[in-house]
């Protein structure tokens, strides 16, 4: 809620005629605008609660990167590497939008499995490694939110910021349980910092939300240090921590490799 935890957004057509006055495709270009060519965070922390308190931790990488496609977009990957608890280390999961958003690539590298599996029907809504974002949710919350709808619903303040709310619904064909949700994205930064995830008539399935000042800057690219995804029915919660910024350094394309993202550096 594209979590982004760097910056949830929607991926629809960027500069089409049609979308040219439209205010909810000016605010999904505008979050894609943030999203610079390479990005790396080299300190990502995934921390689970449970009904009870307990708590679980996972540390690891995320790689982000944007390429043109075929038609011109430009498209976004992204890939993530656990490197703790050591029982994971070595798991990888990687998001690849294309051209055709029914057929973007969700990818997955479990170590104990030791074969890359492609992420894809109800397999999609399963918790990813444990955590309360599942694997379509971290598809969203890196800038692919390419089967939706949006409507532009007005500005509101979010943690004293102004933001922008979009409500979007899922389109037919999507490969997930939701039908649709809001987003509350901040006017400056582009950054999604609230959001909620919907099942179907409106009922809330999942909340997505930052605390005030959880939003720093790397050189031009705005992202969110904190934030947190809750399951309201199940009382659970994850929390994502980011340090470590880097959108200067060179990025290996073989990250946003289907056949070659999960191999230790």
């Avoid at 300190?43 to 995320?62: N, S």
């Avoid at 598809?139 to 089967?147: E, G």
């Avoid at 399951?231 to 350094?249: I, L, M, W, Y």
Wanted: charged share 25%.
């Amino acid at each position: 809620m594209q979590i982004r935890w760097l910056g949830l957004g929607l991926a629809l057509a960027l500069g089409a005629p049609a979308y040219a006055q439209d205010p909810a495709q000016k605010v999904v270009e505008c979050m894609r605008a943030n999203v610079p060519q390479r990005l790396s965070i080299k300190g990502l922390e995934l921390t689970t609660f449970d009904r009870a308190g307990g708590a679980r931790t996972l540390k690891g990488r995320l790689y982000v990167g944007r390429d043109k496609g075929a038609g011109g977009r430009e498209l976004i990957s992204a890939s993530l590497h656990v490197d703790l608890p050591a029982e994971l280390k070595g798991a990888a999961y990687l998001v690849k939008e294309t051209d055709d958003y029914l057929r973007d690539g969700m990818f997955v590298y479990l170590p104990a499995v030791k074969r890359v599996r492609r992420v894809t029907g109800t397999f999609a809504d399963g918790a990813l490694l444990g955590t309360n974002f599942s694997y379509f949710d971290f598809k969203q919350l890196q800038n692919a939110f390419s089967d939706v709808s949006a409507k532009y619903e007005g500005t509101v303040d979010v943690n004293g910021r102004s933001s922008h709310v979009l409500s979007y619904t899922v389109v037919e064909g999507a490969e997930t349980r939701y039908t649709g949700g809001k987003l509350w994205v901040d006017q400056e930064a582009c950054v999604v910092v609230k959001g909620e995830f919907h099942e179907g008539a409106g009922r809330i399935a999942k909340q997505f939300s930052s605390p005030p000042g959880g939003l720093r800057r790397a050189g031009a690219t705005w992202y969110l240090a904190e934030s947190e995804m809750q399951e309201p029915a199940a009382g659970t919660r994850s929390t994502v921590r980011v340090t470590k910024v880097d959108t200067q350094s060179a990025v290996p394309n073989r990250y946003f490799d289907p056949t070659l993202f999960h191999l230790s550096p």
